[in-house]
């Protein structure tokens, strides 16, 4: 069996293919309609899915439903400067035991990640999710010792492996040199800047961790101006430095389409010119002390949900967040039972003034395809089709559907704008931004016809964005693609795309 892999029972299932857990109606106990008072862990009797046992089966997903396991990992490292990739098999026998600091015995993955980096020639590498951790081991069995013969040592080395929480498929992305480090002011200096060529806002905001506890999360993030404040909590670092330390151009304007739902829509004034890139940002502990203190009232020294600073027009501007509403809603779980849900809604303090970039607002009409008071939303079968479907399982033949998701229509803005402002940039110092006004009909040719038989057309040459990245010197296909922050005509948001 040395050095090669084998087949064990599956350690999460014990080759059952499933698995036997407890329901969720257990945590809310025997009750309905479910509340904050503490109830006795007992099941729903009217449960849907255990239909009052407690206990539900679930499909193993460790060994896909198989009942078996191969006992064998697989590390690659790939240099993403060179193309180069290397990659090691684990299997028993083959990665020397060492003692473990819990005093068992583990399969240590570093020394051969190490190896792996230095054969592609990898300085620095982190995994799939952006960690740089290569430390991990497989922890063996308390049974087992060197003195065991080779075959039942081998036997507990493939069940450790088999069971080894991780994927059995490890990447470790590597480059070939060590990215300079960039000091938290450098860093909030491009973020201003970026925010600047841009037309957006800045916001670092530092939220408490929960109501009456003294911790702040900070975050880091580009907004539309005149978005909502977010009602789920981004920030996950303690400090400003620590958020800089982090925050990238991309986490930055990530989910900024569904935070600038419900702000105005608004041109952009091609005269105004962004800011210089370079303008360097020394008061960052000024900032930081400022949003701070911004978290307690002053008048009443009560403490606030947060505060933040906002970045716009090339002034930062602090207001504190306070409670505007507190919301409740009822939320069916899959059990049957009712769950009472209260949320928060946050405003600032205070509106920092318009910047000067903003023109005329994009008109806009209703969106005939939703209605907020009912919250019924067309559902899927009329899509490319002027009839519906009689035997919809979805709508019951209606045409309607409770709207579960938001409207495929206008995206949940309940809104169709007559417009549309396009911001090509390569995140570095070139933008272009591009006003597209609603004007007479132009030929859209088809071109294709997706599988549900929706039409798909050609818009006009100066709608496309191939031809405007052109202007940042990229050719098509063969050279890397700007990133593309556009308006949307249904949405007053700005998502990210790529052209093409």
């Known amino acids: 069996m040395t050095g090669r892999a084998v087949t064990v029972t599956c350690p999460s299932c014990d080759g059952l293919t499933f698995t036997v857990g407890v329901c969720l109606c257990v945590g809310y106990g025997n009750r309905m309609l479910v509340t904050d008072d503490q109830a006795p862990r007992e099941p729903y009797q009217e449960c849907r899915v255990c239909r009052g046992v407690g206990q539900v089966a679930t499909a193993c997903h460790r060994c896909g439903q198989r009942g078996q396991r191969r006992a064998q990992l697989v590390l690659t490292v790939a240099n993403l400067d060179t193309g180069e990739v290397a990659s090691a098999s684990v299997v028993p026998g083959t990665v020397p035991p060492r003692p473990a600091p819990d005093h068992g015995w583990q399969l240590p993955l570093k020394p051969l ?81 970026l925010a600047d060529w841009l037309c957006l806002d800045l916001v670092l905001e530092a939220r408490r961790l929960c109501q009456g506890h003294d911790d702040l999360l900070w975050d880091v993030r580009f907004d539309v101006p005149g978005a909502a404040v977010p009602t789920a909590r981004r920030g996950t670092a303690y400090s400003l430095t620590e958020a800089l330390g982090t925050a990238t151009a991309l986490s930055a304007i990530s989910g900024i389409a569904a935070r600038g739902l419900a702000a105005p829509a608004r041109y952009l004034v091609p005269s105004v010119k962004p800011a210089d890139p ?45 409670v505007a509403d507190r919301t409740e809603r009822l939320v069916e779980r899959d059990t049957g039972q009712m769950l009472r849900r209260h949320t928060e809604v946050l405003r600032r303090g205070w509106e920092p003034p318009d910047p000067g970039w903003l023109g005329d607002a994009i008109p806009h009409t209703p969106c005939p395809a939703c209605d907020p008071g009912s919250g019924l939303r067309p559902c899927f079968c009329t899509v490319g089709t002027a009839t519906v479907d009689p035997d919809c399982d979805s709508c019951l033949g209606t045409g309607l559907r409770a709207g579960m998701l938001t409207c495929h229509t206008c995206l949940g803005s309940h809104r169709i704008f007559r417009g549309l402002v396009v911001t090509l940039t390569d995140l570095d110092h070139q933008v272009v931004h591009l006003n597209w006004r609603a004007g007479d009909a132009a030929p859209a040719p088809l071109v294709a016809t997706q599988p549900g038989g929706k039409p798909v057309v050609q818009l006009p040459e100066r709608f496309r964005l191939a031809t405007h990245a052109s202007t940042f010197g990229y050719a098509r296909r063969t050279s890397p693609r700007p990133t593309v922050v556009g308006r949307s005509t249904r949405t007053s948001a700005r998502g990210t795309s790529r052209c093409t």
């Open 278 to 322: 370079a303008r360097p940002v020394r008061d960052l502990d000024q900032v930081e002390r400022r949003v701070i203190s911004g978290c307690t009232d002053l008048r009443t020294g009560e403490p606030l949900p947060g505060a933040c600073a906002i970045w716009r027009d090339g002034h930062w501007w602090y207001t504190s967040l306070r």
């Open 113 to 193: 990640v190490d190896a792996l980096a230095e054969a592609v020639g990898a300085v620095t590498w982190t995994d799939c999710y952006g960690q740089s951790d290569d430390g991990s081991a497989v922890g063996l069995p308390r049974e087992w010792s060197p003195e065991l013969p080779d075959d039942q040592r081998l036997t507990l080395e493939a069940q450790a492996i088999a069971g080894h929480p991780d994927e059995s498929w490890q990447v470790f992305l590597g480059r070939s040199v060590a990215p300079p480090s960039v000091a938290p002011e450098q860093r909030l200096g491009q973020l201003c800047a």
